[in-house]
Nanobody, 120 residues
Framework: VNLVESGGGLVQAGGSLRLSCAAS????????MGWYRQVPGKERDVVAA???????YYADSVKGRFTISRDNAKNTLYLQMNALKPEGTAMYYC???????????????WGQGTQVAVTP
């Protein structure tokens, strides 16, 4: 499965962006899909995750502002980001796992990332 992210860009604090992750294969076969973000010199941190049964998980820092969703018919994962903050500036990665994944190392597939920059 190849994953390709899009939708990143430059936005002012308080603004919104919608990230998309298009998969080459059938994402219904992926048990868990997630969004991670990383800044230079730091570890890749989970932002949100969603299971095949649409159970969701959010990092505390984004709860109430970000929404993860998946469209199995379009083989696409989304991340709606509202009320963005400057600390949200990072490279955002899409990931998928055939089995269970609770940490970054447990994901099987990764995209190349899309850059998000939030100005004050």
């Amino acid at each position: 499965v190849n994953l390709v992210e899009s939708g990143g860009g430059l936005v002012q604090a308080g603004g919104s962006l919608r990230l998309s992750c298009a998969a080459s294969g059938n994402i219904f076969t992926l048990n868990v899909m997630g969004w991670y973000r990383q800044v230079p010199g730091k570890e890749r941190d989970v932002v949100a995750a969603i299971t095949k049964n649409d159970r969701t998980y959010y990092a505390d820092s984004v709860k109430g502002r970000f929404t993860i969703s998946r469209d199995n018919a379009k083989n696409t994962l989304y991340l709606q980001m509202n009320a963005l903050k400057p600390e949200g500036t990072a490279m955002y990665y899409c990931a998928g796992a055939a089995g269970w994944a609770a940490t970054a190392s447990e994901y099987d597939y990764w995209g190349q990332g899309t850059q998000v920059a939030v100005t004050p």
